[in-house]
């Protein structure tokens, strides 16, 4: 039987998103795949209609798996998709959390928990893993007892957070943030800061701060409205993605739609 904590609760890399899992959910996660060759085909997709509009959408895309595909990558929506629909199956590792693999066959598969599980195993901001890394990484979780390695999985979601940190503040929707930041370092630097806090005395640091908690609070505001928005979408099989995507026109600009009905025949 495990001495440890089966209920300990671990968030996502992007700890400010609501869900979490137990680390029994984790175990649950992993005792269901060794080598990610088992979940990696996908037949489930859905049809971008706007590739302008930042959406969940377009990581379910046929386009998207494609890529992966020809680039031997694994997708976190392959992993969402297909690893419940997996036999639980490692006997050391339900062992090792006091249970039998009957036991955690029996128990659902959460959402959360393949997240959190993916975070960790991608090491990065990216959705996409190559698959030699993933088996790589995946068989680095299991110790040498057959039980759960919670220090290589706090690792490995240690740099994941680290890249979705510093991502959000200079690449996402958190670089109104950067841009203050970066902008009260020249003011320093240059001496500039003085100069206004001679006119504003007092009340420039608050100033400041009211601006950079603001620029926090609309970045995360932003990112979870597209998210929240977003998330629930259709999902259809390849040929009938396929087919959707005929009736959808891509073009990029009004100017290419001005331009494409400009040559159809009259």
Known sequence: MSAVDLEKRFKRA????AGDASLLELVNVLGRWESCSEWLERTRFAVVEDARKENMVQGASVERYDYARRN?????????????QLPFRDERLAAWAGKSVREMNAMPVSRAAVEIVFDSLTQSKSSLVPEK??????????????GFDEGGF????VKSRVAVVVGFFLLG???????????????D??????????????????????????????????????KRETADFETLTREEALEREKTIDKSATVFEKMGKARSKPK
């Open 14 to 17: 992007e700890f400010w998103e």
């Open 72 to 84: 031997g990558l694994v997708e976190r929506l392959a992993m969402v998709q297909n690893v419940p």
């Open 133 to 146: 890394v993933m088996d790589e990484r995946r068989a680095r979780l299991i110790g040498a007892d057959g």
């Open 154 to 157: 706090l690792s490995g979601m």
């Open 173 to 187: 929707k958190g670089q109104l943030y950067g841009y203050i930041f970066a902008g009260r370092i020249l003011l």
């Open 189 to 226: 630097v240059t001496g500039s800061f003085e100069l206004i806090k001679g006119l504003l005395g007092e009340y420039t640091e608050p100033i400041f701060w009211a601006l950079t908690l603001g620029a926090v609070y609309y970045a995360y505001q932003a990112d979870a409205a597209v």
